[in-house]
């Protein structure tokens, strides 16, 4: 039997959460004796593939403009025969239009992931999205992804053709044991965090979505602020956003406690800094990678229980699930989160720690991944 050829096709190959369980998936498929072909418009992960020994086809499938898609799409067709692919696997809507007739007009077996919200009122915004749900399977990342799909696409028969997979932490990247103090003494001075303060974490992609504002008003309610609150990658916001959560620091009068912050390039060093790591977002992550991540860092996470974040996190156990958009409540779930002492912050970091090494690991998610592309290639 020859060896089988699977492409993964998404808009680009910048540093997100979709572009990088790409790589990994890549990673598996080369593990499992497959090959892997990604059909992309380019970007920083392009080196990584390259050193895993995957192929890259550079072509503009991240184009929303329909009257491009005619020649995208004999470009996409021409390149699965070269590379003699047997499986198309799309991860974004734009291209999902592009490769899936041209993998279907060739007989080829195609997969979906559903990475984002899928609920919409619109549509053509519905007409849209559904052409994601045309592939003879389809991955939602979490069980919230699913109910949406569930709920905004009854037409759609997913009985047998729908799986959830949850993304996965690569646990040996994220593992305290492997951070070496330089690195979290780099972060600290980078950070300019005091010795004597405890430091509640928020990373997040500056957009007003993550709670940015929630988080600084349930800060402004809690009775003691012995601690320093940073707020990670807001300084990569666009003026207007930075000015905004800016004005508010002062207007609370949380100026000397906060820290408004780059985005890290070592997330581990950083989250080792954190005796809490927040993800306060207002509307449902659809997954919600640093939870994932905290855990596995043994940091206790606190989290609005909606959307997938309620997958991963067991209140009380490896994590704290505050009433969604509740100021208040997210304030005593930090608070509480604050004061596990010694024993509790050990045993809370084991926990969250096994949590993570039984469910939510990269080597899960693409063994699971592996599993669907050979049942399609029976």
């Known amino acids: 039997m020859r060896q089988p050829v699977i492409a993964q096709i998404l808009p680009a190959l910048h540093l997100g ?10 990673k598996a498929i080369i593990a499992a004796g497959g090959k892997a072909v990604v059909i992309s418009n380019g970007g920083h992960l392009e080196s990584q593939l390259q050193r895993i020994g995957a192929t890259h086809v550079k072509l503009p499938v991240h ?60 549509f053509l915004k519905r007409f849209y999205n559904g052409k994601m749900l045309r592939a003879d399977h389809v991955i939602a990342i979490s069980d919230f992804i699913k109910d949406q799909i569930e709920t905004h696409f009854r037409k759609f028969d997913m009985t047998d053709k729908m799986t959830v997979i ?31 303060k405890a430091v509640v974490m928020m990373p997040a992609r500056p957009t007003a979505w993550k709670g940015h504002e929630v988080l600084l008003r349930a800060i402004a309610k809690m009775p003691s602020r012995d601690f320093t609150l940073v707020l990670l990658g807001i300084a990569d916001a666009n ?3 930075y000015n905004h959560i800016d004005e508010l620091v002062r207007k609370l009068g949380l100026e000397s406690m906060v820290r408004l912050a780059r985005a890290s ?18 509307e ?64 809370f970091a ?6 993570i090494e039984e469910s ?5 998610m693409c063994a699971k991944t592996i599993a669907i592309y050979q049942t399609l290639l029976k």
Request: net charge positive; proline share 5%.
């Open 17 to 26: 959460g979709v572009e990088r369980g790409t790589v990994e998936v890549a």
């Open 63 to 122: 184009s929303k403009n329909i009257l491009k898609w005619g020649r995208v799409r004999r470009d996409v067709r021409r390149a699965l025969v070269e590379h003699g692919v047997d499986i198309v696997h799309v991860r974004s809507r734009a291209p999902a239009w592009i490769a899936l007739p041209a993998a279907k007009a060739l007989g080829l077996a195609t997969i979906s992931t559903i990475h984002g919200k899928f609920g919409t009122t619109s």
């Open 166 to 196: 949850h993304r996965g932490v690569d646990d040996g990247y994220f593992d305290a044991s492997a951070v070496k103090q330089g690195r979290t003494i780099n972060e600290a001075v980078r950070l300019a965090l005091p010795d004597d």
């Open 239 to 241: 003026q207007k956003f």
């Open 265 to 282: 390039s070592d997330m581990p060093a950083s989250m080792m800094l954190a005796d809490v790591v927040v993800m306060p977002s207002i």
């Open 284 to 347: 449902p992550e659809p997954f919600g990678r640093v939870a994932i991540e905290a855990q596995a860092m043994g940091r206790p996470v606190v989290a609005f229980d909606h959307g997938g974040a309620c997958e991963s996190i067991t209140d009380g156990v490896t994590g704290f699930l505050a009433t969604p958009k509740d100021e208040a409540s997210l304030a005593k779930k930090i608070q509480q989160a604050l004061d596990l002492g010694p024993r509790q912050r050990k045993k």
């Open 350 to 355: 084991q926990t969250a720690r096994e949590h």
């Open 360 to 364: 939510f690991t990269i080597e899960t």
